[in-house]
């Protein structure tokens, strides 16, 4: 009964005060609030305290992922922290292994004016936590330090990527991620980034700008703060 009157309402609404309806309907009748085994392990996921990702942000990353499925290659995490977004990644990411980087100590040395997250931001976290949380999934790799010097810890074979997952936060990390994985990336790879469109984090969409500026790829920004970005198989023609 009462769902049928909202229904009414929703329509009325979307008539007459579309921009009202708007928020009605992402609230109500968007698939997320359906999804049950998401809810489950997005509600589990804050009962721990691990995740700093709004509802939307870690649905994206939930439905984005395994869309990689058939693409070659390993996944990778750029900014583990507490290990919200790693432990999600982990629930859907099939048999391909995930490879987790970050200091475990908190945020690196950050560029004068272009980023306004401080130097130590995020430190309350330890590296044993995060693997006790990890406990249980398989193909979990831990490359604890500092980024990209870190990248020297994966095995040989960990040559092409199909989804990388950046949360660095700042500029120069940033652009030493795409740096690193975009030439690793497979065709039909993804890279998704969080804070791309979020004002507090500026030296994410600078670095990502720069970044793609002689690239074929458009960065194609996600509600709510992130962008994607799908890797070609070729270069298409160039107009
Ligand atoms: C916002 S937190 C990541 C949050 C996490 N993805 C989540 O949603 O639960 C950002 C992390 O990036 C890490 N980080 C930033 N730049 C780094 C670098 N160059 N090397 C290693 N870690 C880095 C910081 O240590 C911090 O833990």
Same mark, same amino acid.
């Given at each position: 009964?009462?769902?049928?009157?909202?229904?009414?309402?929703?329509?009325?609404?979307?008539?007459?005060?579309?921009?009202?309806?708007?928020?009605?309907?992402?609230?109500?009748?968007?698939?997320?609030?359906?999804?049950?085994?998401?809810?489950?392990?997005?509600?589990?996921?804050?009962?721990?305290?691990?995740? #700093?990702?709004?509802?939307?942000?870690?649905?994206?990353?939930?439905?984005? $992922?395994?869309?990689?499925?058939?693409?070659?290659?390993?996944?990778?995490?750029?900014?583990?922290?507490?290990?919200?977004?790693?432990?999600?990644?982990?629930?859907?990411?099939?048999?391909?292994?995930?490879?987790?980087?970050?200091?475990?100590?908190?945020?690196?040395?950050?560029?004068?004016?272009? =980023?306004?997250?401080?130097?130590?931001?995020?430190?309350?976290?330890?590296?044993?936590?995060?693997?006790?949380?990890?406990?249980?999934?398989?193909?979990?790799?831990? $490359?604890?330090?500092?980024?990209?010097?870190?990248?020297?810890?994966?095995?040989?074979?960990?040559?092409?990527?199909?989804?990388?997952?950046?949360?660095?936060?700042?500029?120069?990390?940033?652009? =030493?991620?795409?740096?690193?994985?975009?030439?690793?990336?497979?065709?039909?790879?993804? #890279?998704?980034?969080?804070?791309?469109?979020?004002?507090? $984090?500026?030296?994410?969409?600078?670095?990502?700008?720069?970044?793609?500026?002689?690239?074929?790829?458009?960065?194609?920004?996600?509600?709510?703060?992130?962008?994607?970005?799908?890797?070609?198989?070729?270069?298409?023609?160039?107009?």
């Amino acid at each position: 009964m009462i769902d049928r009157w909202l229904s009414h309402l929703e329509l009325f609404l979307l008539r007459k005060a579309p921009h009202w309806s708007v928020s009605i309907r992402s609230r109500r009748n968007h698939v997320v609030r359906t999804d049950k085994e998401f809810l489950e392990l997005f509600d589990d996921l804050q009962r721990r305290k691990v995740i #700093i990702q709004s509802m939307s942000e870690a649905f994206n990353l939930w439905q984005l $992922c395994p869309k990689t499925a058939r693409v070659q290659g390993d996944i990778a995490e750029l900014g583990v922290y507490l290990g919200g977004t790693a432990r999600l990644l982990s629930q859907i990411k099939g048999d391909r292994r995930l490879f987790l980087f970050d200091t475990f100590g908190g945020m690196p040395e950050v560029k004068e004016g272009l =980023d306004k997250v401080q130097a130590g931001t995020f430190a309350e976290t330890r590296l044993a936590d995060v693997q006790r949380l990890m406990s249980g999934e398989k193909n979990v790799h831990f $490359c604890a330090g500092f980024f990209p010097q870190s990248t020297k810890q994966l095995p040989g074979d960990a040559q092409k990527f199909s989804f990388v997952h950046l949360d660095a936060d700042i500029y120069q990390s940033t652009l =030493d991620g795409l740096t690193f994985f975009y030439p690793r990336l497979s065709p039909g790879g993804m #890279i998704v980034a969080h804070d791309y469109r979020y004002l507090q $984090c500026p030296g994410v969409k600078q670095a990502f700008t720069e970044f793609f500026a002689n690239k074929p790829e458009p960065v194609l920004e996600l509600w709510d703060t992130q962008c994607l970005v799908v890797k070609y198989s070729s270069t298409p023609d160039q107009r």
